[in-house]
Each structure stands twice: as C-alpha cells, then as structure tokens.
C-alpha cells in the first residue's frame, strides 16, 4: 500500500511542473526555471506584475515571468499594470491561476482607465 502510494504521489508531482523553452523578445532562454504558471507580455506596454497583491517582477514586451506558488494552495490572482516608457500608467488587468491546472497567460490587452 505505501508503495503505490508513494508512487502515486511521485506521478502528480512530476506533471505539476511546466517548462518553458522559449523566450518571445528574442533574448537568451530562461535555464532551470520551471512553473506551472507563467505571464507573457505581449500587450505592448511595460508591465509591473503582481501575485496576490505583492509585486514580482516587470515584463517588457515578449518577455515570460513563471509564477511561483506553494506546495498546497488553491488559486493565485496575478495583477499586471502597464506603463508607457515615460512612466504614464495606461492600463490594468487581471488573472486567477487555479491549482492543478497548468497555464500560460497571455497578455494582450489592458483595461483602460475611464477618462
């Protein structure tokens, strides 16, 4: 019983990880970075990304950032800002990663602030 157990465990593990062998701005490939999730900048702006409200990283334009979460969590809620290179905020979206379900958010398009 411990064995298939074991085994059990072993098999789920091994497909909760998600590699990406690719970089979209045509830069060097991320080595030994593996997620299950991941955010891809493809809005045209300069985004400042945040995990369940604290920031994680910014992403020019084709980059891909993995996003890391614990070993027993349920969902996760990614927040992306965008900026224009003179610093004026242009937008806002966001995403919910569910556990146990291996994504790539692309970000395309942002929520434009009511003038």
Do not use: C
């Given at each position: ?11 789920m593990l091994t497909g909760c ?99």
């Open positions: 019983m411990r064995s298939t157990l074991a085994l059990l465990a072993a098999v990880v998600y590699n990406y062998p690719y970089s979209h701005n045509g830069g060097p490939v991320p080595s030994g970075i593996s997620s299950m999730y991941t955010v891809i900048n493809n809005s045209g702006y300069t985004l400042a990304v945040y995990q369940d409200g604290k920031p994680i990283g910014t992403l020019r334009l084709g980059q891909v950032l993995p996003i890391k979460t614990g070993f027993l969590w349920s969902s996760t809620v990614i927040t992306v800002t965008g900026t224009l290179p003179d610093g004026s905020y242009v937008g806002s979206a966001s995403w919910i990663f569910e556990a146990g379900v291996a994504e790539a958010w692309s970000v395309t398009r942002l929520n434009r602030p009511n003038r």
